[in-house]
């Protein structure tokens, strides 16, 4: 199994950024994108954003899109995620996940390997 480690997480004010990363420790074996969710407690887990190996191109959700971005490093297997103007509402574990399909990557339901998480806290 693929072993994604999230790290970057931490503690800012509102409007401050933080930049996250997701590198994979293990064997790398049919992704075909990385996509980054968040998950507050006492909520469902949230699609932020998503990026393609091949081709580059991205999907944002709604909460992210215009404050945050995602970018690879293909030679390195690492995906990022800048986050600017973060706000107390962005305060969650992010997570990133590798889909092996390359579809429905909005949904957590579709992706297949998971890494632990990074907090990720915005005080007010």
């Known amino acids: 199994q693929v072993q994604l480690v999230e790290s970057g997480g931490g503690l800012v004010q509102a409007g401050g950024s933080l930049r996250l990363s997701c590198a994979a420790s293990g064997r790398t074996f049919s992704s075909y994108a990385r996509g980054w969710f968040r998950q507050a407690p006492g909520k469902e887990r949230e699609f932020v954003a998503a990026i393609s190996w091949s081709g580059g191109m991205t999907s944002y959700g709604a909460s992210g899109k215009g404050r945050f971005t995602i970018s690879r490093d293909n030679a390195k297997n690492t995906v990022y995620l800048q986050m600017n103007s973060l706000k107390p509402e962005d305060t969650a574990v992010y997570y990133c996940?590798?889909?092996?399909?390359?579809?429905?990557?909005?949904?957590?339901?579709?992706?297949?390997?998971w890494g632990q998480g990074t907090q990720v806290t915005v005080s007010s």
């Open positions: 996940a590798d889909s092996t399909t390359g579809v429905g990557l909005l949904s957590t339901r579709k992706y297949d390997y």
